[in-house]
């Protein structure tokens, strides 16, 4: 056996062991027990690397040798149960060995031992780490199996717990309380059977309440004194033949308790000492309503106690020892404390006032008029006086004895206002702005209350008086607007802001706008837009002006301020007429918030200022054309050709305008132009398209040939041209079409998807397979090609390889809709619950996810949760069809007619475009003359609803 360099130690000290005498010799050598030089190697000098032992050659004997056993050692004397034990002294332990000691070590532990160690733990370290990983995967694993396996009772009622979140009130108190879960049979096991009464028994009850004067013949017997039964009493006394009369007994107990009251309730003197129709109320009102702990009730007690008669002339101590008393169920202390307390600080307004409360009506009001007599002066006393009264008439006696004594509290005279009628108010009116000068609501209520000649001498007095404020300027605008002097509005409110800018006021744009939108509410449509031409531009820069503007406009429009919205940008127009987005911004504003008329009246006026925007022509002639007037709509854009004449969106509209109103040949020659002129990859696309439509086949192809040549990279050509060969049933041309389209395009999607399902459609499942995963190379992280993955191997019934694929999906693209809302109904349906919420939670505003789950709602019959979910859906995206498509279909089986309109009615406003079963039906060469409101319930029709 060799021994490494590590164990050289070790080695050296057996060594010295085996030698004679080693151990045994009395003198010590001077090198025993001293640590070896620093990288000291036994036996080096002399050529020594290591040594062989008997364990490594075997024995040196022969097999017939004879054993040495015939003389075997002597057999050591069996030692008793308590010499075996360990001696568990301190004295014994070592740090490095413990108790019973090292099997090995002979020697001290020196710097090469510590060495050795280290090194065997650092490898023995760095083995594990190699393992850990695949230790804890495998862990992981067998826990996901284990929990998959034997699911937590939790788990199971998960999608449970979080749905009582959406348990209403009512709901949980109609929960039925838990009953007996045990049969018929447990509760009661003699319930059906039926026991027929013996006419004794019933005998015997019916004579219960007589009685019998003379004993029975067993008590004669036995002398009258014994009882032989139940019930029996003495001789001589009336015996119940019965049992027990209760009834009589509970009467008894009532007269008895009368008895006692009547005889307590009268003293010596006369006076009643306890009421007995009361006592039981007493007794009630003595329980205590207080909660808390007894034993800080009386700390709380003593330290009030002891405030009080600290500084008996601090008003909140007496309040706060009433109000401990009022907890605690002593409401009478309560009232006497509080009444000492208005004794001790009569000018204490609170003081009174929590006298008032705590005392019943009468002498509340008893209370109040001492009150008034220390504190007249106090509003607060007077309006507390006026509350106590049920009558108006004597209310506004009360507020008109405060206001002799407080006349210049506005609250009161609005209090006392609010009482009187119209005419009566106007004369208080008039009183109170003498005596109130400077409140602006009490001048502006006069005004109200006047015609139009004194409202305005009172507003001009309100001006004289209170020159500082916005509100008399603004409420003067609004009267002239409501007399129909429109010029005198700008007048007044240039005069505002200049007289407020005299008397140092800052003007608050901000405040001023939210003033205008007031006024807008208030229906002073005038005065709205005068106010806001006069501040829109205060204190902005000119590069934010318009930045700014547009912000303002979009606030006001959220807040419904309809006519400020437009006054904004009507004025930021007229700063800066030819900006294209301010006209493009009112143009939009005009079609969700406007008229017709109004919307084309814009569109004149910003064609005319930016002629070579062709968006605003193009939204002048579709707002021509959907009122049905053609005519108008062709000369809009003959203006448009004239201004843009090589542009491609006005000659593609130009097509579509013929073409919607039956006129092919028209658009065929304007198609025909636009390739001479303004030759472009979609120019040719629409002339195919509308040859195709024509179900001119020849001359499509014809055309597409051509347009293939000039633009071998455009993808729809491409797409066109396999698709009228499938139509056709030429499947060859068309796989050889795509092929050709795929060389020059390879990165379009939409043409790899049109090949992979023509091999699946020829049942080439494995082909369509290489064609997707050709295509996820050339196009990376693109969730469509997943998932028709994911589809294609569904509808070949290859679940497992769909889940799987799904996985490798979910993967690739982690935040796709499409794939999530795919990836729920993949799920069986007890997992597709939690599926929906990782999806929400991924992708919480996503269309495709939000239609998941409104379909989720509708297949476990949520009916008005899956109507939210749908109307959530079409607000967040109104131009996915597919959205609209099935909310249709789910108002068709589980609304009404009404319902189902709103619904068609809302689509045709949206006017979607997008969708894969939207798209499917709407660009279908059959449907393409289909409005929007035909397209609804034709894919509508295709929806499946088993999910």
Request: charged share 30%.
């Amino acid at each position: 056996m060799t021994y490494d360099a590590c164990d050289r130690d070790r080695k050296h000290r057996i060594d010295k062991m085996a030698t004679p005498g080693g151990m045994m010799n009395k003198k010590k050598k001077d090198f025993l027990g001293v640590s070896a030089p620093l990288g000291y190697v036994p036996g080096l000098g002399r050529g020594a690397t290591g040594f062989t032992t008997r364990s490594d050659i075997g024995p040196a004997r022969e097999a017939n040798d004879i054993s040495d056993d015939r003389h075997p050692a002597p057999k050591k004397k069996k030692k008793d149960d308590d010499d075996e034990e360990e001696d568990l002294n301190d004295n014994n332990y070592d740090e490095f060995a413990g108790y019973g000691g090292s099997l090995f070590n002979t020697g001290p532990y020196e710097k090469d031992d510590e060495e050795a160690d280290a090194i065997y733990e650092a490898i023995d370290k760095r083995m594990d780490e190699k393992r850990k990983e695949r230790r804890e995967k495998r862990f992981r694993e067998e826990i996901e199996k284990y929990r998959q396996e034997r699911p937590k009772i939790q788990q199971q009622f998960s999608d449970l717990k979080r749905e009582l979140s959406e348990v209403s009130e009512d709901d949980w108190l109609n929960i039925p309380e838990v009953g007996d879960a045990r049969n018929k049979h447990q509760r009661n096991p003699r319930a059906d059977k039926i026991t027929p009464m013996p006419d004794t028994f019933l005998q015997k009850h019916a004579m219960s309440s007589e009685t019998m004067t003379k004993l029975d013949a067993r008590q004669q017997a036995l002398g009258g004194i014994a009882t032989p039964f139940p019930g029996a009493m003495t001789p001589g006394m009336l015996t119940p033949t019965g049992e027990y009369d209760l009834r009589k007994i509970g009467e008894a107990r009532n007269t008895l308790m009368d008895v006692k009251l009547n005889q307590v309730s009268d003293s010596v003197s006369g006076q009643t000492v306890v009421d007995p129709k009361g006592y039981l109320t007493d007794l009630q009102s003595m329980l205590p309503s207080y909660a808390g702990d007894v034993a800080d009730v009386k700390k709380a007690r003593l330290l009030l106690k002891s405030v009080r008669e600290t500084n008996p002339n601090h008003p909140p101590a007496w309040i706060a020892s009433a109000r401990l008393e009022e907890v605690t169920g002593k409401l009478q202390a309560a009232r006497n404390i509080i009444m000492r307390g208005s004794e001790v600080c009569p000018r204490s307004e609170d003081v009174w006032l929590e006298a008032a409360r705590l005392q019943p009506g009468d002498t509340a009001k008893a209370v109040i008029a001492q009150a008034v007599r220390h504190l007249p002066n106090s509003v607060k006393i007077w309006i507390r006086a006026s509350d106590l009264e049920s009558e108006t008439r004597t209310k506004r006696k009360v507020f008109r004895k405060a206001l002799e004594h407080i006349p210049n509290s506005v609250k009161l005279w609005k209090l006392a206002i609010e009482l009187e009628g119209q005419e009566d108010a106007r004369i208080l009116l008039s009183r109170a702005v003498e005596c109130c000068p400077s409140s602006v609501e009490l001048w502006l209520a006069l005004a109200k209350l006047e015609n139009y000649d004194n409202a305005r001498k009172v507003l001009n007095k309100a001006r004289e008086n209170i020159p500082t404020d916005r509100k008399i300027w603004i409420t003067a605008a609004k009267l002239e607007e409501a007399e129909g002097n429109h010029t005198n509005v700008d007048k007044i409110i240039d005069r505002a802001l200049s007289s407020l800018r005299s008397n140092m006021v800052e003007i608050n744009r901000e405040q001023w706008i939210k003033d205008a939108e007031e006024c807008e509410q208030a229906g002073s449509i005038v005065t709205c837009q005068s106010i806001i031409r006069a501040v829109i531009g205060v204190g902005l820069e000119d590069e934010d002006r318009e930045t700014t503007w547009m912000d303002d406009a979009d606030s006001s429009a959220s807040h419904h301020a309809i006519e400020c919205s437009r006054a904004i940008y009507a004025h930021a127009l007229t700063v800066f007429p030819s900006r294209k987005k301010i006209w493009l911004e009112a143009a939009y504003f005009e079609k969700n918030h406007g008229s017709r008329e109004s919307l084309e009246s814009l569109l004149q006026k910003a064609v005319g200022h930016c002629p070579k925007a062709e968006v605003l022509w193009l939204m002048g002639a579709k707002s021509k054309w959907l009122a049905g007037d053609v005519p108008a709509a062709r000369s809009i854009l003959a203006l448009a050709f004239q201004a843009n004449p090589n542009s491609e969106e006005i000659w593609l509209a130009a097509v579509k305008l013929e073409s919607e109103n039956n006129e092919d040949e028209r658009a065929r020659r304007l198609l025909a132009r636009a390739r001479n002129s303004a030759p472009t990859a979609r120019v040719w696309m629409k002339s195919v398209k509308l040859e195709w439509q024509l179900d001119c086949i020849d001359r499509a192809r014809q055309l597409l040939d051509e347009g293939v040549k000039h633009y071998a990279d455009f993808s729809k050509l491409w797409m066109m041209r396999g698709q009228i060969a499938e139509q056709l049933g030429e499947r060859e041309d068309a796989r050889k079409t795509y092929q050709q389209g795929l060389k020059k395009c390879s990165h379009s999607v939409p043409l790899w998807l049109l090949a992979a399902r023509l091999e699946e459609k020829v049942g080439n499942l494995t082909k369509a397979r290489a064609l997707l995963e050709k295509a996820r190379l050339s196009c990376p992280q693109c969730p469509d090609l997943w998932l028709e993955a994911v589809r294609a191997e569904s509808r070949a019934g290859n679940k497992n390889i769909a889940q799987a694929t799904m996985a490798r999906a979910m993967q690739d693209s982690p935040s796709s809709g499409i794939l999530w809302a795919e990836a729920i109904f993949l799920e069986a349906r007890p997992q597709r619950k939690t599926k929906s919420v990782d999806a929400l939670k991924r992708c919480e505003h996503d269309p495709q996810v939000l239609l998941a789950v409104s379909k989720l709602f509708w297949s476990e019959r949520k009916i008005s949760k899956a109507r939210e979910w749908f109307n959530r859906t079409v607000k967040i995206e109104p131009d996915l069809g597919d959205a609209w498509a099935n909310f249709f279909r789910f108002e068709i089986q589980h609304g009404n007619e009404e319902q189902q309109e709103s619904v068609r009615k809302r689509c045709v406003e949206a006017e979607p475009r997008h969708g894969e079963l939207w798209c499917n039906v709407s660009k279908n060469i059959k449907n393409w003359r289909c409005k929007t409101n035909e397209i609804l319930p034709m894919v509508a029709s295709t929806i499946s609803t088993v999910f």
